[in-house]
C-alpha cells in the first residue's frame, strides 16, 4: 500500500462528542444512511479520487502475502474516469494489473497486456456507484461502530467511530465481502460533515479457503474533492483494439 497520495494518518486532537455525532440510532452507526449521504455528498462535487489498498498477512508469522494497490480518479463535471489496480508480491512482483479509462465517448479496460475499447463512454450514475462497489466499503455495515469523538485534520473536525467486534446481525452479503469465519481485530471510521466518508479502515481475521488463516488490512479513503484532474493512463494506446 505503499504510495504518497495514501499516506494520511490519523492525527489531531480528539474530543467526546458523541451526542452530536449523526448517522447514530440507539448508540450504534446506521451504516446505510451514511453511505447514502457519502454519495450524495460526492454527487455535489466536481471530481474526487479515492483509494482502496488492502494487504494480506500469513497469521502464523505476521508476513506479507500479497499488497493491493486500488486508485479510482472521478471526474463528473469532465466525465472522465480512471481506474488503476495493482496486485504485488511482498518482493515487489507484479501478480496482477487492471484499469478502466472512461471519457464522454468510449471505456477502454487494461488487463496485464490485454487492452479494448468500446463506443459506450462515461456514465455518471455507474462512476458513483464505484465509489461503494467492489471497494472495502461494501463491508462497513459489518463492525459493530459506536462514536469515538472527534478528529482534526486539515482544519476541518471529522467524527470518528470505532468498532472491536462485528455486529451480532451482520448481512449474509456483509460476511461474503469479510470472509470466511471472519473475526474483526478493529475498524475505524473517519466522517466529514458533509456526510462523505473521508476514511475506512479495518482488520480483520480470516480463512483463505485452503486452512490458512490470514488478515486482512484494507483502508478506503477520499480525497482531493474538486481538486482531482482525470488523465489519460500511460497505458492506453492508439492501437487498443474493441474486444
Known amino acids: 500500500m505503499a504510495g504518497s497520495e495514501d499516506s494520511t494518518t490519523d492525527t489531531g486532537s480528539v474530543r467526546t462528542l458523541t451526542g452530536e455525532h449523526p448517522y447514530v440510532t440507539d448508540d450504534r452507526l446506521d451504516a446505510r444512511a451514511l453511505v447514502r449521504s457519502h454519495l450524495d455528498a460526492l454527487g455535489r462535487s466536481d471530481s474526487f479520487t479515492l483509494t482502496n489498498n488492502a494487504t494480506v498477512r500469513y497469521v502464523s508469522n505476521d508476513s506479507?502475502?500479497?499488497?493491493?494497490?486500488d486508485v479510482r480518479r472521478v471526474g463528473l463535471a469532465s466525465e472522465r474516469l480512471l481506474i488503476e489496480r495493482f496486485a504485488a508480491s511482498p518482493d515487489g512482483t507484479r501478480q496482477g494489473e487492471s484499469g478502466q479509462f472512461a471519457n464522454g465517448t468510449t471505456t477502454c479496460n487494461w488487463y496485464g497486456d490485454r487492452r479494448s475499447c468500446s463506443g459506450s463512454g462515461f456514465d455518471r450514475r455507474q462512476a458513483l456507484g464505484l465509489?461503494?462497489?467492489?471497494?472495502?466499503?461494501?463491508?462497513?455495515?459489518?463492525?459493530?461502530?459506536a462514536p469515538d469523538g472527534t478528529v482534526e485534520r486539515g482544519g476541518q473536525t471529522l467524527y470518528r467511530y470505532s468498532a472491536t467486534s462485528l455486529r451480532p446481525d451482520v448481512g449474509e452479503?456483509?460476511?461474503?465481502?469479510?470472509?470466511?469465519?471472519?473475526?474483526?481485530?478493529?475498524?475505524?471510521?473517519?466522517?466529514?460533515?458533509?456526510?462523505?466518508?473521508?476514511?475506512?479502515r479495518f482488520a480483520v481475521e480470516r480463512g483463505n479457503g485452503s486452512g490458512t488463516r490470514v488478515l486482512?488490512?484494507?483502508?478506503?479513503?477520499?480525497?482531493?474533492?474538486?481538486a482531482t484532474t482525470v488523465a489519460s493512463p500511460s497505458w492506453l494506446t492508439d492501437g487498443a483494439t474493441g474486444s
Open 64 to 69: 506479507v502475502a500479497t499488497r493491493i494497490r
Open 131 to 145: 465509489a461503494v462497489e467492489t471497494t472495502g466499503l461494501e463491508t462497513v455495515a459489518g463492525p459493530a461502530f
Open 173 to 200: 452479503s456483509v460476511r461474503s465481502e469479510l470472509g470466511p469465519n471472519a473475526t474483526l481485530r478493529d475498524a475505524t471510521l473517519l466522517v466529514a460533515p458533509s456526510g462523505r466518508i473521508v476514511e475506512y
Open 216 to 226: 486482512l488490512e484494507r483502508t478506503y479513503r477520499t480525497r482531493a474533492v474538486n
